[in-house]
C-alpha cells in the first residue's frame, strides 16, 4: 500500500491567523499585501494553505482561527526543460523530477542529460555553482532524485547516503496478474562482462539486494506494484521484477516484450532523506504516471 507522506514544499512561508469570517481573495488582499492577480497566480501555484491544506479556491470561506500560511517564493520562470522539473531548491541542493529518455549524468559529449541541464539554469540564474550527481536513475526511468550544489554536500550525501535516506520507493507496472499482495525479493546481484546484472540464490561474489513489493491492483494482464529498496543496486528492481516471474513492462534488457505505452513502466515516485546540513525531514512524492494507471483499467 502506498505510503501517504507530508511533501516537503519548494516554497518558504509567511504564517497568519484568521481573525473574523470572510472569503479567501478579500483576507488575502487585506492581510497578504498583494494584488488579486498576484493572489490568484499564487493560489493556481498551489502556494496558499489553510490549516496546513492547499487551497487553490479564491472564494474559500476562511473561519476564525484558520491559520493562513502564504508562499513567500516566485515562481522561477528560468528553469525551463521539457525532460526535468525543479521540484525544491536551496543553497545546497536540488531535488528534481527526471523524465524518460535523459541520463542522470554526462556518458558522451553530446548525451543529454540531467547535469547538464542543471548547470546551465545555475549558470544563467548567476548561481556560482555546479550540480553534483549522488546517485542515478536510468535513461528509460523516470522520478525524484537530488542533486548537491557543492562538492561538500555531495560528500555528505554519498559517504552516509544509507542513513540520510530513510524512505525511497518506486511504482511499477510489470507483465501479468502479480496474484501475492505483499513480499520480498532478497539474493545477491552481479554483472557479467557484458554489462548486464544476474542474480544468485547464493553469494556469487556481487553485491546482496534486498527489494520489498506490495501490489497495489491487478488485472489479468498487468499489476501496478509498489516497489521500497532496502539496498540500492545497479537494475535492483527490474532484476527483481523478472526473478518474480512478472517483469518490468517495457524492460529491453529484462523483460519479456511486453510493452504497452512504448517505455520502461519505472518511476522514482518518493524520495524522503535528512537535509545533510540542515538536518531537517525532507519529504517528496510525485504521483504515479497517469499511462501507468491507464494500464490497469
Known sequence: MVKQVKTYMQDKYDHLMVKAPMG????LEA???????????TLKHR???????VVTQYDYQLKAGDKISISKSKKNDQFKSRYVKLVYEDKYLVVIEKNVGILSMAAGHSSLNVKSVLD???????????AHVVHRLDR????LMVYAKDMQTEQLLEHDWHNIVYDRRYVAVLSGELMQQQGTVANWLK?????????????????????HFFTIDTTASY???EFKLETGRKNQIRVHAADMGYPVCGDTKYGNGDDPIGR???????LCFYHPVTHERMEFETPIPPLFRHLLK
Open 24 to 27: 479567501l481573495l478579500e483576507w
Open 31 to 41: 492581510n497578504g499585501g498583494r494584488t488579486k492577480t498576484k493572489i490568484k497566480s
Open 47 to 53: 502556494g496558499i494553505k489553510v490549516n496546513g491544506k
Open 120 to 130: 546551465d539554469y545555475f549558470q544563467k540564474s548567476k548561481q556560482h555553482c555546479r
Open 140 to 143: 528509460d526511468t523516470s522520478g
Open 191 to 211: 554483472d557479467n562482462k557484458s554489462y548486464v546484472t544476474y542474480s544468485s540464490a547464493v553469494d556469487n561474489g556481487g553485491k546482496y539486494a534486498v527489494t
Open 223 to 225: 499489476s501496478l506494484v
Open 264 to 270: 520502461l513502466c519505472l518511476h522514482a515516485f518518493m
